[in-house]
């Protein structure tokens, strides 16, 4: 994936765009019909869940659907954010469908749209650190857990099960090694943290001040 921090300004003609999401700033461009209605659902649920927190989301985001990702060489990588932009990549349906499981569960209309709600979230998350060159635990830790805040329930509960564990105890753990190092237990025990008392939103909005995840 690629980072930086972006300025949130920008006006969209979704229709000119061919996008059919009910959020007027959120463009979808290419795949199937079908792709672009689960992009625009992803994209929606991870707005709904950032402007709960009490973010500005009226920005423009633009979802390009690909059938492949120039400098995935990995082939593990199913969608990034664009570096300086609000811009975000995902592969297309069929292509995501063909890694069979992600996060260890079957993959299905409701993980694709868990996917384009991460990648969507760090556009937003992008263009509000209030601190230059956010690390990278702190851009993957805003989305993860708006990707498992918007998951399905039930695929939620069994990538928990599937990543068993209590979730980071303290800040030091929260560290780009770990997360370069298995980025999807990463996401998990990320998304436990934020559940313990005496974090949830506060923390998320720590986060982009720079108070937590900066170093």
């Not at 992803?42 to 659907?65: P, Q, R, T, W, Y």
């Amino acid at each position: 994936m690629f980072f930086a921090a972006a300025a949130w300004t920008g006006n969209v003609n979704p229709t000119a765009a061919g996008s059919d999401c009910r959020r007027p700033n959120v463009v979808v461009l290419g795949g199937d019909p079908g792709d672009r209605q689960l992009a625009c659902e992803g994209a929606g649920a991870a707005l709904a869940f950032l402007e709960g927190i009490g973010l500005d989301v009226s920005g423009k985001i633009e979802i390009e659907i690909v059938s492949s990702l120039d400098g995935n060489t990995s082939g593990t990588a199913a969608g990034c954010y664009l570096a300086g932009s609000h811009k975000v990549m995902v592969l297309n349906y069929q292509k995501f469908l063909a890694f069979g499981d992600w996060f260890g569960i079957p993959i299905d209309h409701a993980l694709y749209r868990s996917l384009v709600a991460h990648e969507a979230a760090h556009v937003v998350a992008a263009c509000h650190f209030q601190y230059p060159n956010p690390t990278i635990q702190a851009q993957e830790y805003i989305a993860y857990v708006t990707m498992f805040a918007t998951m399905e329930p039930r695929q939620r509960a069994l990538v928990m099960m599937r990543y068993p564990g209590k979730g980071y105890e303290t800040e030091q753990q929260i560290n780009a090694t770990i997360y370069l190092c298995d980025p999807m237990r990463f996401g998990v025990q990320v998304y436990r943290h934020f559940l313990k008392d005496g974090h949830g939103a506060d923390y998320l909005r720590a986060v982009l001040a720079g108070s937590v995840l900066a170093q």
